[in-house]
């Protein structure tokens, strides 16, 4: 089952516009990433931010957390043609759950296809 | 590129078939963990190997099982296929978790696009 849900499920832009997406989660958290992937491949860790951070930056990208509100949102200033992919919020909250765990297992939702257009 | 690698990249099998997928970590993680993408969702989380055992299974049948090898590479197997097991699999590699409050960036691997006829 999905963690997250992704708002909007899809999003075109000119380049050079900021692009916006949110996700909201469902239950208590440690990080939540953000991923990208081209293409149906491979996925890019992007940016993390963790449950008692409230706003992270990371070059073009900004993110923030709202853990009241269990939602984060993705920024991506002066987007590029190249920053066309489907982005992805993760959560790792299943630490308490797997003692043993070496790397917390990941939560997706469902992503939000960004097209930059040139 | 992630030091993660992923064979075959395409496999094509039909129902009722087994199939093995394989995934190279990155040197020295010694957990990996498997992922289901189906066409246009997210990943989900099938299972994690840590030091050659299952440790932490998602919401998968039995007939999906996996193994990780002392030189910490690791496979998926999946038995009797089904046309829903259509989907691109992920590996992703990491460190040692060291607690909740710790983070090991898990690092992904291609994919291997599998399609079920």
């Known amino acids: 089952s999905q963690q997250g849900e992704e708002d909007p499920q899809a999003l075109s832009i000119q380049e050079g516009e900021n692009a916006t997406m949110n996700c909201s989660y469902k239950?208590?958290?440690?990080?939540l990433q953000w991923y990208r992937q081209n293409s149906g491949r491979g996925l890019v860790h992007l940016i993390l931010?963790?449950?008692?951070?409230r706003e992270k930056h990371s070059g073009r990208l900004r993110v923030t957390l709202d853990t009241s509100k269990k939602s984060s949102s993705l920024l991506i200033t002066a987007s590029r043609a190249a920053d066309t992919a489907s982005y992805f919020c993760?959560?790792?909250?299943?630490?308490?759950?797997?003692?043993?765990?070496?790397?917390?297992?990941?939560?997706f939702g469902g992503g939000t296809r960004v097209l930059v257009k040139p | 590129e992630t030091g993660v690698t992923q064979s075959p990249t395409h496999l094509i099998k039909t129902r009722g078939q087994q199939v093995t997928l394989r995934c190279s970590s990155q040197?020295?993680?010694?957990?990996v963990s498997w992922y289901q993408q189906a066409l246009g969702q997210g990943p989900q989380f099938i299972f994690q190997?840590?030091?050659?055992?299952?440790?932490g299974r998602g919401n998968f049948p039995p007939r999906f099982s996996g193994l990780q090898f002392p030189n910490y590479s690791s496979e998926l197997n999946v038995n009797a296929l089904e046309l829903d097991d259509s989907a691109l699999y992920l590996c992703?590699?990491?460190?040692?978790?060291?607690?909740?409050?710790?983070?090991?960036?898990?690092?992904f691997g291609p994919g291997t696009r599998l399609t079920v006829l």
């Open positions: 992703a590699s990491s460190l040692e978790w060291k607690g909740v409050s710790s983070y090991n960036e898990q690092f």
């Open positions: 239950t208590s958290i440690n990080n």
């Open positions: 931010i963790r449950s008692n951070e």
């Open positions: 993760a959560t790792d909250g299943g630490g308490l759950l797997m003692i043993k765990a070496a790397g917390n297992k990941l939560t």
């Open positions: 040197s020295g993680h010694n957990t």
């Open positions: 190997y840590y030091r050659e055992e299952e440790n």
